[in-house]
């Protein structure tokens, strides 16, 4: 085996290990945390598939957060007909006709990140800090209805809400994630109760939760736990999927060259990175009834990890699997944004903002390179394996 799984080896370069164990040992037991890792891509797509075998409801893993945390994101944890019905209040408006119409406003919003990074006057930026962060806040904020004078309030909590669903964390981020799941709550609270949900005169998240409550399709309550869940599911995964894409383009000089001469590739570009080495590493399940695979019997209650990004790898279903290559003949579906029932439903407005954030950023700063004697940082988190800093040279 190349590194422990979880050992900080493991986490300097997590891609040799999960082809060890595809080719020895395709269901793994991570010790540290008690929890099965599969690794092939088949058996991946089954586990994801298996609605029945598999549940999202009761895992172990929340038990570390702040109470709080738990009923705010309570909505992520429910298994159908629950799932079905929260799902389908906003399943539409993230449909890619729809998202397509705030093109303009994103843009703009992206536009006005990269007048920031001019007026800060550095060379040197983390552009995960000081770009790929404000992006998708704005852009949430856009598409959710909120007063613009707003926006700041969630720069603020977006960071605070993240580090509260760390599996380990201090007493005191412990009592501040679940102080700000409190005021987002209440503020979301206050916004509903004062009825002003469509700034711009058209269908907002928000303004169709409530419309759902009024409709009797679900509850206030789930009507806050919808809406702070969507929030931060937006927010984490496509930063990081904006500093991996510009990562990914600068340490292939020659597929960074290929989308400059076709600019028409930034799609592809986006979806290679999202296989390459995407924002989720693994899918968490457990196992809700006894389940045999290759000869090891996963028992209810174990917890699994679908290790969706080592399924990406897999040299059985993908060419050149370990090659970042962004105008690939043949397209092959990933599991970089799950499969089935949960599929992930702002997928189309993950990848717009991030192909227009990416696409603005090299244009404004055609000789951005990697800065010299500074590292890409990584979390330690599989679920969410973003990255902490990418440290660049605006005008190498």
């Not at 891609?15 to 991946?44: C, G, Q």
């Not at 909590?157 to 580090?163: D, S, V």
Request: charged share 25%; hydrophobic share 40%.
């Amino acid at each position: 085996m190349a590194a422990p799984m979880m050992s900080p080896e493991f986490f300097e370069d997590v891609f040799p290990t999960y082809a060890w164990l595809r080719e020895h040992e395709p269901v793994h037991k991570i010790e540290p945390i008690n929890t099965w890792f599969i690794s092939r891509h088949a058996d991946v797509q089954a586990v994801l598939a298996d609605n029945e075998s598999f549940s999202v409801e009761k895992m172990p893993m929340t038990k570390a957060w702040h109470p709080d945390v738990r009923h705010a994101l309570s909505s992520l944890f429910m298994d159908d007909p629950d799932h079905a019905r929260l799902r389908g209040v906003v399943n539409n408006f993230f449909m890619p006709a729809n998202v397509m119409k705030r093109e303009a406003d994103i843009k703009a919003i992206i536009d006005a990140a990269i007048d920031g990074v001019r007026a800060s006057g550095k060379n040197v930026i983390d552009i995960e800090k000081e770009f790929a962060y404000t992006v998708p806040i704005d852009v949430l904020s856009l598409i959710m209805g909120l007063p613009k004078e707003d926006y700041a309030l969630f720069h603020d909590w977006a960071p605070k809400l993240a580090e509260a669903l760390q599996p380990q964390q201090t007493e005191a981020q412990r009592e501040e994630g679940g102080a700000t799941a409190r005021a987002i709550g209440e503020y979301l609270k206050g916004l509903f109760d004062k009825g002003d949900l469509k700034p711009h005169g058209e269908d907002t998240v928000l303004s169709l939760l409530k419309d759902a409550v009024d409709a009797g399709v679900m509850r206030e309550d789930e009507l806050l736990t919808q809406a702070v869940q969507l929030y931060i599911g937006g927010h984490e995964t496509t930063l990081s999927l904006i500093g991996k894409c510009i990562l990914c383009l600068l340490t292939h000089p020659s597929e960074l060259e290929k989308l400059r001469r076709d600019p028409t590739l930034a799609q592809k570009m986006v979806d290679e990175t999202v296989r390459f080495n995407g924002v989720s590493h693994v899918i968490g399940r457990r196992v809700a009834k006894d389940y045999e695979l290759h000869g090891i019997t996963l028992r209810e209650n174990d917890m699994v990890f679908a290790g969706n990004a080592s399924a990406n790898r897999d040299t059985n279903v993908y060419p050149d699997a370990d090659k970042y290559i962004i105008d690939r003949d043949k397209r092959v579906p990933h599991l970089g944004f799950g499969r089935g029932i949960r599929f992930c439903l702002g997928n189309h407005l993950a990848k717009l903002e991030t192909r227009l954030a990416v696409t603005a950023l090299f244009e404004a700063f055609p000789n951005m390179q990697l800065a010299k004697d500074m590292k890409p940082q990584f979390g330690t988190n599989l679920m969410l394996h973003g990255l902490l800093s990418l440290p660049v040279e605006l005008n190498a």
